[in-house]
């Protein structure tokens, strides 16, 4: 598969997969890492700038004391109420998207031949998707992530298993990847040489 350069490579996978590893791995490699987890968490933190229009239209009691959002309180409510999801993706995505066009824009001034868009939702989202050339997806087994997420972030083995369902499925996933890692009972040197094997940088 001829490589375009600068690449443009969305980074995928479910929760728990792997993604982020294998995002950092890339990074120590040379590439420019554009993380839309990152930004959408830095546009809801304190003084963010998604927040005044969340506290507007959500109100106060979204918001922690801070000023950052109570991502809790808003995660236990769009999964219960689909048009609150999207009434909160109104307000964030275009303050996430201009961000990305900064990020973007000065990795393409620094010369990098390798922009990594580390997107958990890319499959999703169809703006997303056409900001990449390649897509990169790792997978696991759905009890691995479930084991993974609750090891590092203490969450019970339900409210995992909540968050992937509302998750593409895997196989739709897989079916939109231009390369896949199996990231299954890999260690760090083993999973880097998969990343290797690509040749994408």
Avoid at 96 to 104: A, P
Wanted: with cysteine; net charge neutral; glycine share 8%.
């Amino acid at each position: 598969m001829q490589q375009l350069r600068p690449l443009h490579l969305g980074l995928t996978g479910g929760i728990g997969s792997g993604k982020s590893t294998v995002a950092s791995l890339l990074q120590a490699l040379g590439a420019a890492v554009i993380d839309a987890d990152a930004i959408a968490r830095s546009v809801t933190a304190p003084g963010g700038a998604a927040m005044p229009e969340i506290a507007r239209q959500f109100g106060d009691a979204f918001v922690q004391a801070d000023g950052a959002l109570d991502r809790a309180r808003m995660r236990d409510l769009v999964f219960a109420d689909p048009l609150a999801k999207q009434r909160l993706e109104r307000i964030v995505h275009p303050c996430v998207g201009e961000e990305t066009r900064r990020q973007t824009q000065t990795a393409l001034e620094r010369g990098h031949e390798l922009l990594v868009f580390d997107v958990p939702l890319l499959v999703e989202s169809r703006r997303w998707r056409q900001q990449v050339q390649r897509v990169l997806v790792i997978d696991c087994e759905p009890a691995t992530q479930i084991q993974r997420v609750g090891a590092r972030s203490g969450l019970a083995a339900e409210e995992v298993s909540r968050i992937i369902a509302a998750q593409s499925p895997r196989s739709v996933r897989l079916a939109a990847a231009d390369w896949v890692i199996y990231n299954e009972g890999l260690d760090l040197p083993a999973l880097r040489a998969e990343v290797m094997a690509l040749g994408l940088t």
